[in-house]
């Protein structure tokens, strides 16, 4: 699918709240390779879904990008990240400014 479709697809849902827009578009698209992290379970950072597990081994996170890292792998991996993966999804290297 391309961009433009898929956009024009978002378009004709009307008024859906963030999240639901988020979950359809997951639906269409597949999950994005941005991921948050956490003890392990790694979930999209689109929708918010379980993508993988890497407890029992079995997922592999090479190829994606942690949010809140900013080390040379997820730089590297961001930049063989589509518009698939970006769309919808916030700035996994943002920082938060502290006071």
């Known amino acids: 699918m391309k961009r433009a479709e898929m956009m024009k697809k978002v378009r004709a849902l ?3 709240s963030k999240d639901q827009r988020n979950s359809i578009v997951c639906s269409l698209i597949g999950h994005s390779r941005i991921q948050s992290e956490c003890f ?3 979930n999209c950072a689109r929708c918010g879904d379980q993508v993988g597990d890497s407890l029992g081994g079995a997922y592999s996170s090479e ?3 942690i949010v809140g890292h ?3 792998t997820c730089r590297a991996n961001y930049k063989g990240c589509t518009w698939q993966d970006k769309l919808y999804v916030p700035n996994p290297f943002k920082t938060e400014r502290r006071r």
């Open 14 to 16: 009307g008024k859906v």
């Open 40 to 42: 392990g379970y790694y």
């Open 63 to 65: 190829k994606v990008v």
């Open 70 to 72: 900013n080390c040379k």
